[in-house]
Nanobody, 123 residues
Framework: QVQLVESGGRLVQAGGSLRLSCAAS????????MGWFRQAPGKEREFVAL????????YYADSVKGRFTISRDNAKNTVYLQMNSLKPEDTAVYHC????????????????WGQGTQVTVSS
């Protein structure tokens, strides 16, 4: 069993930066790919970024490529999402997930989900 707890979301102005964290429990954390999805009001949850178990490979949605960076620290059982040049359209609840089985959202996109952290970007 893996539990995921996100933190770091808050209100920020457009053009600003935030770093989200996802703390994971469970001894097998380092074996999982990890990722972030987000859900804006009235929209379906969508993929944002993923990172391989070693941290050696990453993949991003086109909408965040070049602005967001995913990283992980297996010694701390934590995955991060550094978000720069934020836009109002980045406003959403950001969910950590593991392991990532699909970048197309469905109930089977990952086995474990966090409750989410709210990011609001004002214009």
């Amino acid at each position: 069993q893996v539990q995921l707890v996100e933190s770091g979301g808050r209100l920020v102005q457009a053009g600003g930066s935030l770093r989200l964290s996802c703390a994971a429990s469970g001894r097998t954390f380092s074996l999982y790919s990890m990722g972030w999805f987000r859900q804006a009001p009235g929209k379906e949850r969508e993929f944002v970024a993923l990172i391989s178990w070693s941290g050696g490979s990453t993949y991003y949605a086109d909408s965040v490529k070049g602005r967001f960076t995913i990283s992980r620290d297996n010694a701390k059982n934590t995955v991060y999402l550094q978000m720069n040049s934020l836009k109002p359209e980045d406003t959403a609840v950001y969910h950590c997930a593991a392991p990532i089985r699909s970048v197309i959202f469905s109930n089977t996109s990952a086995d474990y989900w966090g409750q989410g952290t709210q990011v609001t970007v004002s214009s």
